[in-house]
């Protein structure tokens, strides 16, 4: 089993949709989590960062930690086709915090 | 700043061939890494470098081998290339390794072992 599991998709949505993104986790020592955003053939950029659970707001994009869920998710609002792209989620602990273990990204198609 | 460059772009070899993946980055950044990807498997560590000259395995060290000399260059080889190794490798870099620090990555380099 994976220590990450996220649904590849495709997810595919009408420009304006709010779009949900998930991931799922088994290891309890996870303390940093990160969405990063991948363009087709490029590197992965860091989009959104949060440590330990809650809610972090910046511009039309929310991330979410549940930690009692071991679940972390990423809303988009107002989607536009520049958004789409795979987001990956990942996560690392607080003794190896330079060590993330990857999602396998979810695609997500944003329809004009 | 070009950050994160990595040469070459893409790169076709023959099973038993070797080759290094070179890796710069002018942020100067103390810590990088050498990640591969694959479908469904999402990115993987394959070795890490805190710092100049220090080295270290990460979740798919072998078959690879790495090369710290100087601060802003991170070497990745293959010393005998298997079509188990094709994949998109990635570097990256941070400011540090102690918290989070946010690491930074190229643009890749897709390897194809025949």
């Known amino acids: 089993q994976k220590e990450v599991e996220q649904d590849p998709g495709p997810l595919s949505v009408p420009e304006g949709a709010i779009v949900s993104l998930n991931c799922t986790y088994s290891n309890s020592a996870f303390q940093y989590f990160m969405w990063y955003r991948q363009y087709s053939r490029k590197g992965p950029e860091l989009l959104m960062y949060?440590?330990?659970?809650g809610n972090k707001e910046d511009g039309r994009f929310t991330a979410q930690v549940d930690k009692s869920s071991k679940y972390i998710s990423l809303f988009i609002r107002d989607s536009q086709p520049s958004d789409s792209a795979t987001y990956l989620c990942a996560m690392s602990r607080t003794d190896s915090s330079y060590k993330l273990i990857f999602g396998s990204g979810t695609r997500l198609l944003v329809r004009p | 700043n070009a950050g994160v460059t990595q040469t070459p772009k893409f790169q076709v070899l023959k099973t038993g061939q070797s080759m290094t993946l070179q890796c710069a980055q002018d942020m100067n950044h103390n810590s990088m890494y050498w990640y591969r990807q694959d479908p469904g498997m999402g990115l993987r560590l394959i070795y890490y470098s805190a710092s100049e000259g220090t080295t270290d395995k990460g979740e798919v060290p072998d078959g690879y081998n790495v090369s710290r000399l100087k601060k802003q260059n991170f070497l990745l080889g293959l010393e005998s290339a298997a079509p188990s190794q094709t994949s998109v490798y990635f570097c990256a870099s941070s400011l540090g390794s102690s918290s989070y620090n946010e690491q930074f990555f190229g643009p890749g380099t897709r390897l194809t072992v025949l």
């Open positions: 949060t440590y330990s659970s």
